[in-house]
T-cell receptor, first 112, second 114 residues
């Protein structure tokens, strides 16, 4: 699986859009980008995933660059409950290992 | 369905003792995963089941660790002869076979080995 690089931590004001970047410059054509988050003392929570098109669901939007070497997770109106560690994970869709490889993620702190 | 549940939530044990954790996945999910998470790190994959078959094991799963899913429903993770380095959060997740990377995690079992 391709490796990912994320900033260690970020701050965002409550009510603003939180934009979390992820670099995956070695991603291959059949690898997806998945995002999870982990609120303190809870298990990780799936947020969204994409291959090459931008995706949106009730939680967030995922913007993937045209060359697929980076992506941005957008939380449109951040609340205090969005304070968490956010993980960007690249997975191969064609079979093989089913376990997710988490890095250290980005600790997002929403400021009141 | 209330999601993935894990028991106990916390376990304190003395070094050398055996411990067993239980995971109850979402009922219609046939895939079940175990992960371990230490402080400040992301979860690390340990093993995975499809129904009752254990299909993948990480090299992190030493011979002191054993996992079972006897009837393809709940799973247990046993650690024999615990060591202080086993202190961690043990997370269980489950997924639908058509969306295997969209995994639903339980709250975890925090193990402290003294």
């Amino acid at each position: 699986d391709a490796k990912t690089t994320q900033p260690t931590s970020m701050d965002c004001a409550e009510g603003r859009a939180a934009n979390l970047p992820c670099n995956h410059s070695t991603i291959s054509g059949n690898e997806y980008v998945y995002w999870y988050r982990q609120i303190h003392s809870q298990g990780p929570q799936y947020i969204i995933h994409g291959l090459k098109n931008n995706e949106t669901n009730e939680m967030a939007s995922l913007i993937i660059t045209e060359d697929r070497k980076s992506s941005t997770l957008i939380l449109p109106h951040a609340t205090l409950r969005d304070t968490a560690v956010y993980y960007c994970i690249v997975v191969y869709s064609g079979g093989g290992a089913d376990g997710l490889t988490f890095g250290k993620g980005t600790h997002l702190i929403i400021q009141p | 369905d209330t999601g993935v549940s894990q028991n106990p939530r916390h376990k304190i044990t003395k070094r050398g003792q055996n411990v067993t954790f239980r995971c109850d996945p979402i009922s219609e999910h046939n895939r079940l995963y175990w992960y371990r998470q230490t402080l400040g790190q992301g979860p690390e994959f340990l093993t995975y089941f499809q129904n009752e078959a254990q299909l993948e094991k990480s090299r992190l799963l030493s011979d002191r660790f054993s996992a079972e899913r006897p009837k393809g429903s709940f799973s247990t993770l046993e650690i024999q002869r615990t060591e202080q380095g086993d202190s961690a959060m043990y997370l269980c997740a489950s997924s639908d076979p058509t969306e295997r990377y969209e995994q639903y995690f339980g709250p975890g079992t925090r193990l402290t080995v003294t």
